[in-house]
């Protein structure tokens, strides 16, 4: 997951909000969002390497979302997988901050990463770089491979949009969706220096990416309204594919003592 934005109690309507983008590489299997068949009351893609998910939500309404962290240097094979993260968090019933501090004390066992975790009474966010565990106030946040709310071009002019569309009596999935399909690739003096070369800054620096080898395979949005009703909407992408597969669910968040 490379760009996950979060409106959290900023529209009068939908009290949650969560648009993001999973960046991978193409040759990597996984599945769509689904809820599945070993723990039906999760509903999320799956990565069929890892075993993990990149983003997801319980029934009762549990979510958590993982980001890496852009590193230069090669990844530790032996790392534990981070999506195993999220569908850990998705599996139990620890609060989210709770949870968090539990990873941080086995932080080191993964390359890095962001996640967010939340429920119904709080969202909280932990990054393995700096330790740092953050429970978040309402607000509009963006996320992507550094920390959080950092001034990258993509972040900045994604969440500007999703604010626009906040401004709206109501959020349309579909116009969330095309906001994250954005290919605007920004001028070289904005992007950022993470090291990995100004080629590869510009390959990554677009809201949606598309490279050979390497690009975004689904965005997703989820909304949840007053009611405690979710929308969740997937569109997943392959580069041999003409269009889109879309898949779309929605069910009302159940008591989490019948989860």
């Known amino acids: 997951m490379c760009l996950i934005l979060l ?15 999973r960046d991978e590489f193409y040759d ?9 068949e070993d723990a039906p009351w999760i509903l999320a893609g799956r990565d ?14 549990r979510f958590a979302a993982v980001s890496n962290i852009r590193d230069p240097r090669p990844a530790r094979e032996s790392a534990r997988s981070r999506g195993l993260l999220v569908s ?42 700096t330790g740092e565990i953050l429970t978040l106030a309402p607000g509009l946040y963006g996320l992507s491979n550094h920390r959080l709310d950092t001034p990258w071009p993509k972040v900045k002019n994604a969440k500007a949009a999703l604010a626009k569309i906040l401004g709206m009596p109501a959020a349309e999935p579909g116009a969330i969706l095309e906001m994250l399909a954005d290919r605007t690739i920004p001028p070289d003096g904005c992007l950022p220096d993470t090291g990995v070369g100004l080629v590869r800054e510009r390959v990554l620096a677009s809201i949606f990416i598309a490279s050979e080898d390497y690009g975004t395979r689904c965005s997703s949005v989820l909304i949840q309204d007053r009611d405690r009703r979710v929308r969740f909407v997937e569109r997943n992408f392959l580069p041999e594919d003409a269009g889109a597969r879309t898949v779309q669910f929605e069910f009302d968040i159940d008591n989490p003592a019948t989860a």
């Open 28 to 36: 990597r299997p996984s599945q769509p969002a689904h809820f599945w």
């Open 88 to 129: 850990e968090f998705l599996c139990g019933d620890p609060p989210p901050r709770a949870y968090l501090a539990e990873v941080a004390r086995r932080g080191s066992r993964y390359n890095g990463f962001n996640l967010l975790a939340g429920d119904h009474d709080e969202i909280a966010y932990y990054n393995n770089r």
């Open 48 to 61: 069929l390497v890892g075993g993990g998910a990149w983003f997801g939500i319980t029934r009762s309404g």
């Open 7 to 21: 409106s959290y109690r900023q529209h009068a309507r939908y009290p949650l909000l969560i648009a993001a983008n």
